[in-house]
Each structure stands twice: as structure tokens, then as C-alpha cells.
């Protein structure tokens, strides 16, 4: 079950400029499998896009290495399945 929550996280991604797809939109698209993700996996999927959108809209975010200041370990969650880093 563990291979399907991370499937959505790792496939989380911008699919075209300015369009992401994260948690049941990646099922869909990729065809990963639909029944073995939880709350989590979307709640993990979720942060992920949110830190594609900010590095594609240039704002600074964790991820890149931009932000400057305090690092908060909730924000890093998603970053561990980031192949672009």
C-alpha cells in the first residue's frame, strides 16, 4: 500500500505551465493505482504542488534553496520524493 501513496507523490508535478496536478488527478493521468492512497499521501501531494507553483512562479521557497530564514520541518515533508532538486 505504501508503493501507491508514494506513486501520487512522486508523480505530483506541473503537467503544462501554470497547471499542477497533485493527489487523485495523478491517479487519473498516470494511472496509479486509485485505492491504496490515504489522506496523508494527498496531504503530502498537496504540499508538493504548493512548492512546484511557488518555484514556478519565482517566489522563494524551500525546496530550491531560496528561502532565507527559519526552516520549518512540515515544509520539507514533500521534498524528499523531489527528483528536480
Given amino acids: 500500500m505504501n508503493t501507491a501513496e508514494d506513486a501520487i ?12 496536478v497533485t ?3 495523478v491517479a487519473e493521468i498516470d494511472g496509479a ?7 496523508g499521501a494527498m496531504m503530502i501531494s498537496g504540499q508538493k504542488a504548493a512548492h512546484l507553483a511557488l518555484k514556478a512562479l519565482g517566489q522563494p521557497n524551500v525546496l530550491d534553496g531560496s528561502y532565507v530564514g527559519e526552516l520549518s520541518p512540515e515544509l520539507v515533508l514533500a521534498a524528499t520524493e ?3 532538486s
Avoid: A, Q
Fill in 82 to 84: 523531489t527528483v528536480d
Fill in 9 to 20: 507523490v512522486r508523480l505530483t508535478r506541473e503537467v503544462v505551465p501554470g497547471i499542477m
Fill in 33 to 39: 493505482p486509485r485505492m491504496g492512497p490515504t489522506f
Fill in 23 to 25: 493527489g487523485m488527478e
